[in-house]
């Protein structure tokens, strides 16, 4: 809820002090909470000012700066948790944020969490990209009625992160380890 104006405030000390006036007719008259009253009063009496309190708890929005550095750890690190970004956010730049800030920020980005679409890590390397082009001149001749189509499904032991952090619309890439016991099923259709 939005803190009372100062001029309401101001109203509220000059009518108490002018008029001979209880505090619950003064919240009455002036619409506000008898409670509001007697702290507005109490404040007024200790400090002499009128402005509100500043809300306690951590900061609510996070700089540009502090944004477009969430954006740059995104992009170097894909696969990172909100966790570790309120981490990272601390250890860097020293402010602490809540995970839920930390989501918030995402959604501002147009980031959202998806499941990885994986590729084998040597995948674009010279020598692969070689072997595709020379399988491909080799398949240009073989009639289609020749042609056996297989597919394959399996199971691969990899311990790694199969989500991360993607703009919308587009998919998050990224390399999965050649290490573990794989587990093929492979069935063919002529």
């Known amino acids: 809820m939005k ?9 509220i000390i000059e009518t108490y002090e002018n008029e001979s006036i209880s505090q619950r007719k003064l919240a009455k008259r002036f ?8 702290r507005l009063l109490k404040q007024y009496r200790q400090t002499g000012e009128l402005s509100p309190k500043p809300r306690p708890g951590r900061p609510r929005k996070l700089s540009s700066q502090q944004i477009e550095l969430i954006q740059s750890l995104v992009e170097a690190q894909p696969d990172i948790t909100l966790g570790e970004l309120c981490e990272a956010l601390k250890a860097q730049v020293g402010v602490r944020v809540s995970t839920p800030t930390m989501c918030r920020v995402m959604k501002h980005l147009n980031l959202t969490r998806k499941k ?22 080799q398949l240009r001749d ?8 297989i597919d394959e499904s399996g199971i691969h032991v990899g311990l790694i992160c199969l989500f991360a952090w993607a703009i919308k619309g587009q998919r998050a890439y990224g390399e999965q380890p050649q290490r573990g016991k794989h587990v093929s099923i492979v069935a063919s259709l002529s």
Do not use: N
Request: aromatic share 10%; glycine share 2%.
């Open 116 to 137: 990885k679409s994986l590729h084998p890590s040597a995948k674009g390397s010279e020598r692969v990209q070689a072997l595709r082009r020379d399988y491909w001149e």
């Open 142 to 149: 073989v009639r289609a009625e020749d042609l056996i189509f």
């Open 31 to 38: 619409r506000v909470a008898p409670s509001f009253v007697t």
């Open 3 to 11: 803190a009372y104006s100062l001029d309401l405030r101001q109203k």
